[in-house]
Nanobody, 127 residues
């Protein structure tokens, strides 16, 4: 079992950048695929990015492709989401998630496929 603790987030102006971190404890991080999700008020939780256990493969939703970068440092048991060129529509609560599932774009984008979740962190993009 893995425990995830998120950090980062906050208020940023449009066009700005933020980095979210997701630190794992209780288990070896490289046993898990990591996903990043977000949930805006009144909307369902949506998958935006995921990274394979080794870090060799990544998936991005079209809404963040080219602006967000997912990464992981298994030695530090931490995953990251670098968010650049932020837009007001990126405003949401962001969650990291972990699971031992197979890395496949059909699976990693679905919240129900993840067993372990961080506590969530608010990202607000506003001038």
């Amino acid at each position: 079992q893995v425990h995830l603790v998120q950090s980062g987030g906050g208020l940023v102006q449009p066009g700005g950048s933020l980095r979210l971190s997701c630190a794992a404890s209780g288990s070896t991080l490289d046993d898990y695929v990591i996903g990043w999700f977000r949930q805006a008020p009144g909307k369902e939780r949506e998958g935006i990015s995921s990274i394979s256990k080794s870090g060799s493969s990544a998936w991005y939703d079209d809404s963040v492709k080219g602006r967000f970068t997912i990464s992981r440092d298994n030695a530090k048991s931490t995953a990251y989401l670098q968010m650049n060129s932020l837009k007001p529509e990126d405003t949401a609560v962001y969650y990291c998630a972990a699971d031992t599932l197979t890395f496949d774009s059909d699976f990693v984008s679905v919240a129900a496929n993840y067993d372990y979740w961080g506590q969530g962190t608010q990202v607000t993009v506003s001038s």
